[in-house]
């Protein structure tokens, strides 16, 4: 940051707040500083070869377990940073270490799932972007003895949040035009509107 404020101040640039802004943005996605979340590939998931219904089905039940198993509705670790910040407690930080938990079984339990072919970018999307979350709960976990990583976690919340929300949406859609109705709790065949084959993870 200093460095890129003396370089600023040298070229006869304004120290404007947009321009002190892009100095600690620049500075809080420098990787050298604090790791970025990782980058997964097709290659790094399963590809199944059957599109059928049973195969579907069976993806929505095992997804659908996974997230249920791993479920860390109450927590929110930017919520648990901002009280360890703002009363000064650092031991409230230790909240954010059964979300961190959870979100690494997410992360390994998709890496282990089976995709069906069409479903594989949406799954891709959703690998990575529990690898966002996971990376962004790290960060935060780290704000009180490194405050640039727990500024970035701060700065990629959102990011990770909206990501997994898009995938799941994507999801949604597909399992519409395939007349199945899937949930965090159910996944059931319904084709034609008629009642089928319900699963509950």
């Known amino acids: 940051i200093i460095s ?7 070229s006869g640039g304004s120290a404007s707040t947009s321009t002190i802004n892009a100095i600690i943005s620049h500075a809080l996605n420098n990787q050298n500083i604090t790791p970025a979340a990782k980058v997964y590939a097709f290659s790094d998931i399963k590809i199944g070869k059957d599109d059928g219904a049973t195969s579907t089905l069976i993806y929505g039940a095992v997804l659908g377990t996974l997230f249920n198993n791993n479920n860390t509705q109450g927590n929110d670790e930017a919520v648990d940073a901002r009280d360890s910040v703002e009363q000064n407690d650092p031991t409230i930080l230790a909240k954010i270490d059964p979300i961190i938990a959870a979100y690494k079984n997410i992360l390994n339990g998709l890496l282990a799932m089976t995709s069906p072919p069409t479903l594989a970018k949406i799954h891709l999307d959703m690998v990575n972007a529990m690898s966002e979350r996971l990376s962004t709960a790290e960060l935060l976990r780290k704000i009180n003895t490194d405050p640039a990583a727990g500024m970035q976690g701060a700065g990629q919340y959102m990011n990770g949040l909206n990501d997994l929300s898009n995938a799941f949406q994507e999801l949604q859609r597909y399992f519409g035009t395939r007349g199945i109705n899937f949930g965090t709790k159910t ?3 319904t084709p034609n509107g008629q009642s089928g084959q319900k699963i509950n993870p």
């Open 4 to 10: 890129d404020y003396l370089q600023l101040k040298q």
């Open 187 to 189: 996944a059931s065949s």
